[in-house]
């Protein structure tokens, strides 16, 4: 019914040109199909948005560019593809993903997470995603096993080896953005990921790792950086919360843990007889959850890049009273930040906490509080002594607040 009223709503104009713009979580321009009618497709309903915080060109006429640089701290989205494929038919279901594709780079997005893929596949959707100027991450079964199991495929040896095995054809893609590996909790598993990784990285492809598990607190060199993973649906984050608010919780828990690759929402469009996807059915998404992704993505853009692929380290917080109020330190180099969450889903954290006066192995004299909100005024400054930097916090519950150590 959607994607009806779209094309009922677009039908009969004439040919146009593709209409770019750059939003604050894109790593570079975003195409989107549909006349400049802010009518057609889901665009219109991030009209005002999309006027608001469209920056760069902004107009008509930007060179598109095959292969841009990777983004520090990607917002990208998770697509189901194979279930859509048995319900649908090959032909109706790459129809539907072409659409989709497309209705979420209106939003401002040019990265998907693809799951449930066969490796023949794969081109294939590729294909598709560059239709749109889309860029899109995709599982490898071989890969995948590697890290499980951590046996070597016939003729492997070494984590290069298994990394060779990678087809060309899928480097070589203006589409391809990297390959993407569920991350389990063990260690060994996680150590074979971070060497693949590290294989990976000398062909120039990018390792996108998501999971459910902590990641390791001491990473090491050649860490991977995990993404964190935001459920959509209507209970992901506590049912008695503002979608926006959950959405932004499950964000700061992710941070929190230690995940600073991005984000991915999980996921586009729901499984049959499921409510967990921004799309359920052929209904479009509730001004609830447009509110969400907006915001979700501008406080990623906001203080993603800032901690995109820093190593975490350990923090002793004194925190004040009986509250859920946990720290995270993340450093590399000269720079260091905290972030301060309150991990409970019901009460607030109003008072002081006490910021240790060495982290990651370096003094710390003061720190300087970083706005959620790009472009804003410089926040607080607290300064301490040899004991600690006493720091004011008010969180709401699943709230966080950053600091930059000096």
Same mark, same amino acid.
């Given at each position: ?116 893929? @066969? #490796?023949?596949? *794969? +081109?294939?959707?590729?294909? =598709?995603?560059?239709?749109?100027? %889309?860029?899109?991450? &995709?599982? !490898? ?18 984590? @290069? #080896?298994?990394? *060779? +095995?990678?087809?060309?054809? =899928?480097?070589?893609?203006?589409? %391809?953005?990297?390959? &993407?590996? !569920? ?23 990018? +390792? ?199």
């Amino acid at each position: 019914m959607f994607d009806q009223r779209r094309d009922s709503l677009c039908n009969g104009l004439a040919p146009h040109p593709v209409r770019r713009a750059v939003y604050p979580w894109s790593s570079g321009r975003v195409n989107y199909s549909g006349p400049m009618d802010p009518q057609c497709g889901m665009g219109h309903l991030l009209r005002l948005f999309v006027v608001s915080i469209a920056v760069g060109c902004g107009g008509l006429g930007c060179a598109a560019t095959p292969k841009p640089p990777q983004q520090a701290f990607p917002v990208a989205m998770r697509f189901d593809v194979e279930p859509m494929v048995v319900q649908k038919g090959k032909v109706e279901a790459d129809t539907q993903l072409t659409r989709d594709f497309t209705d979420v780079a209106e939003m401002g997005f040019d990265h998907g997470l693809l799951r449930h893929v @066969e #490796d023949a596949d *794969r +081109l294939r959707f590729l294909d =598709l995603a560059e239709k749109v100027g %889309f860029r899109i991450a &995709v599982p !490898d079964r071989t890969l995948r096993h590697y890290v499980l199991t951590g046996v070597y495929p016939r003729g492997c040896d070494e984590p @290069e #080896d298994v990394a *060779r +095995l990678l087809p060309d054809a =899928l480097e070589r893609h203006p589409a %391809f953005w990297g390959v &993407v590996v !569920d991350v389990p909790g063990t260690g060994e598993s996680r150590r074979r990921c971070s060497q693949l990784h590290l294989a990976l990285e000398k062909r120039g492809i990018p +390792l996108i790792a998501t999971g459910t598990a902590r990641p390791m607190a001491e990473q090491g060199t050649g860490s991977f950086s995990e993404m964190i993973s935001i459920g959509v649906g209507p209970n992901e984050g506590g049912a008695d919360r503002s979608t926006t608010e959950r959405w932004l919780a499950q964000f700061h828990a992710g941070l929190a843990d230690g995940r600073t690759g991005g984000i991915v929402l999980d996921r586009y469009r729901g499984l049959p007889g499921d409510d967990e996807g921004l799309i359920i059915g052929d209904h479009p998404p509730s001004a609830a959850i447009m509110s969400a992704v907006r915001q979700t993505s501008l406080r990623a853009a906001r203080w993603g890049p800032l901690l995109a692929h820093l190593k975490p380290y350990p923090l002793v917080l004194v925190v004040p009273g009986e509250t859920e109020l946990m720290g995270s330190a993340f450093a590399k180099g000269r720079r260091r930040y905290v972030l301060l969450f309150n991990r409970s889903p019901e009460q607030y954290v109003r008072g002081e906490a006490k910021l240790p006066a060495t982290v990651a192995g370096q003094p710390v004299v003061r720190a300087v509080e970083i706005s959620p909100v790009a472009d804003a005024v410089p926040g607080q400054v607290f300064r301490g002594g040899p004991d600690g930097i006493p720091v004011s916090v008010d969180l709401r519950p699943g709230g966080a607040a950053l600091f930059e150590l000096f």
